[in-house]
């Protein structure tokens, strides 16, 4: 279900927990190239995508990322707006720290789902106000 908040529920818990992870990492997951080609530069931050490893396939440096991240610890991932699982499941690790994906699919084959609902007129309000101190009440609610 699209527009009910996840990516703004993410995104609020990532800002308030951010002293509880080593790092964290954000991913927009609709696009598998634009993934890919961030994922790839994510693996330069960390120090695994460098110049001896250039020449090999995308898949083999998007393995190697991923092997980094499992074996180092207390970190969150982030994908959001993730379309199809086979196309994600490269990037994901299995352990190693915490990974979050918003999806429009209510089935998703691995992990544990937490149903997101639609949000009251009150909570859409409450949400658009923590971000938005510039606004009137009635503009809010407008909004909402």
Do not use: C
Request: aromatic residues 10%.
């Amino acid at each position: 279900l699209g527009g009910v908040g996840k990516t703004t529920s993410l995104f609020r818990y990532v800002h308030e927990s951010a002293s509880t992870y080593s790092w964290r990492a954000w991913f927009a997951a609709e696009n598998i190239d634009v993934l890919r080609k961030d994922f790839l530069e994510f693996g330069k931050q960390l120090g695994v995508e460098n110049a001896s490893n250039k020449e090999e396939p995308a898949e083999a440096r998007i393995r190697s990322v991923k092997a980094w991240l499992e074996q180092h610890h207390g970190w969150l991932m982030v994908f959001d707006n993730a379309d199809d699982p086979q196309d994600l499941r490269p990037f994901v690790p299995t352990t190693g720290g915490i990974v979050l994906i918003s999806s429009r699919l209510s089935d998703w084959p691995f992990g544990t789902p937490l149903p997101i609902g639609v949000m009251t007129p009150v909570e859409a309000v409450s949400m658009l106000r923590q971000g938005d101190s510039d606004s009137s009440g009635h503009e809010l609610e407008d909004l909402a």
